[in-house]
């Protein structure tokens, strides 16, 4: 084995074991800012995206799902508190999370799911739990408390709509990984190099 292959293995191997849960030894405690791992999510979200755009029936939901508003104000995102953008992002990654464990609830109830689109679905689920895990390693969780002199009223609830099928489910996936999460990591880790 060369000197190479090893970080590599290190690395393969914290991503295979992050979804389960485990404690993975060597692993760098701030995988997440290595940029490689987030754009892995991302690509991996728009080949589901990519996918699902030519199925029509198949695709669609027997009920709408809610998913977080993607869109990004850089000014107000700038001018955010760490603690709101925290928030936004957890916030957003579960109601993400569980739109897409709704959609393969939804997908498995359906006629005849396609494997291939069953595939995407996992491994979005699987993905998602991944991302959650590397979040609560770079402590967005504990960023995401409001302080206790915050009022209730200055936290503006998360913006949201609701998505019909599978594609419109991914594509509002692979947007937040590539907009808001992507933001939040970029100066999560940038506050964690100072």
Not at 91 to 114: D, F, H, K, R, V
Not at 146 to 161: C, G
């Amino acid at each position: 084995m060369g000197a190479r292959e090893c970080p590599a293995r290190l690395l393969l191997l914290s991503l295979l074991l992050l979804p389960l849960g485990l404690p993975v030894l060597g692993a760098p405690p701030r995988l997440i800012c290595d940029s490689r791992v987030l754009e892995r999510y991302i690509l991996e979200a728009k080949e589901g995206e990519n996918a699902t755009m030519g199925c029509a029936e198949s695709c669609s939901f027997s009920e709408n799902i809610t998913v977080p508003d993607t869109k990004v104000n850089f000014y107000a995102w700038k001018r955010m508190e760490v603690q709101q953008q925290a928030m936004e992002v957890w916030q957003g990654l579960a109601l993400l999370s569980e739109a897409i464990l709704q959609g393969q609830a939804l997908l498995a109830n359906s006629s005849q799911p396609s494997e291939s689109l069953q595939l995407h679905v996992d491994k979005a689920v699987s993905g998602l739990r991944s991302l959650t895990s590397l979040l609560r390693a770079l402590g967005a969780q504990k960023e995401a408390i409001p302080l206790p002199d915050a009022s209730p009223s200055s936290a503006t609830p998360l913006r949201t709509f609701a998505v019909d099928t599978l594609c419109k489910l991914f594509r509002n996936y692979s947007n937040f990984l590539r907009g808001k999460l992507t933001l939040y990591t970029g100066e999560a880790c940038r506050r964690g190099d100072r």
